[in-house]
Nanobody, 123 residues
């Protein structure tokens, strides 16, 4: 697998979680990376993205101010720090990689996807 997510779990509202996406078999140092999530019965939705250098980040309005995306280029890894979690954040979170797009929030612009990690937030 090229992208493997970890760090999901069951937490209470207000808690924090940190997701990790580790890349293998190839380097993604020149790729923009993103996080998307899919809740039961809903379409996959953009959460956050980071450009290849890590200098520019993007967030969905629903997570802005609560989530922080970052990347460790040397270790081919990206992170999603999630604070003040809400029940509506419950979903499977997928890591993704895209090469050469400005449409960071568009899922079909991404070339590689991980299997996802479950995040469940109880009220």
């Amino acid at each position: 697998a090229h992208l493997v997510e970890s760090g999901g779990g069951l937490v209470q509202a207000g808690d924090s979680l940190s997701l990790t996406c580790a890349a293998s078999e190839r380097t993604f140092s020149d790729y923009a990376m993103g996080w998307f999530r899919q809740a039961p019965g809903k379409e996959r939705a953009f959460v956050s993205a980071i450009n290849w250098s890590g200098e520019t980040t993007y967030y969905a309005d629903s997570v802005k101010g609560r989530f922080t995306i970052s990347r460790d280029i040397a270790n081919n890894t990206i992170y999603l720090q999630m604070n003040s979690l809400k029940p509506e954040d419950t979903a499977i979170y997928h890591c993704s990689a895209t090469h050469g797009t400005l449409r960071m929030a568009v899922d079909h612009e991404y070339d590689y996807w991980g299997q996802g990690t479950q995040v469940t937030v109880s009220s």
